[in-house]
């Protein structure tokens, strides 16, 4: 059985970081794509940013990014660890959101369910 488990998210003051952690179990995400989604109340979800390993290489892959998080977010993927991880930097209260792991693992999605990260001071 696969299963996505987020952790890291919290109350962080504007201008503060996080950084959120994806930890897959029941499948190996080496060769699977990846991406952490957000969700703020009355919102639909968003992609904030995806990685695909891409058969290029096991710890980087094809980045792809939100443009209201660029430069700002940082998404990284430790393949020994089965984790995906998101550094987020200078957040800013927009940022505040339930924020969601994704894996295309095999021929399924599969999601996580979803850590809050609320950015306030």
């Known amino acids: 059985q696969v299963q996505l488990v987020e952790s890291g998210g919290g109350l962080v003051q504007p201008g503060g970081s996080l950084r959120l952690s994806c930890t897959v179990s029941g499948s190996s995400i080496s060769k699977s794509a990846m991406g952490w989604y957000r969700q703020a109340p009355g919102k639909q979800r968003e992609l904030v940013a995806a990685?695909?390993?891409?058969?290029?290489?096991?710890?980087?892959?094809?980045?792809n990014y939100a443009d209201s998080v660029k430069g700002r977010f940082t998404i990284s993927r430790d393949n020994a660890k089965n984790t995906v991880y998101l550094q987020m930097n200078s957040l800013k209260p927009e940022d505040t959101a339930v924020y969601y792991c994704?894996?295309?693992?095999?021929?399924?999605?599969?999601w996580g369910q979803g850590t809050q990260v609320t950015v306030s001071s």
């Open positions: 990685t695909t390993s891409g058969g290029i290489t096991t710890s980087g892959g094809i980045t």
């Open positions: 994704k894996g295309t693992l095999g021929e399924f999605d599969y």
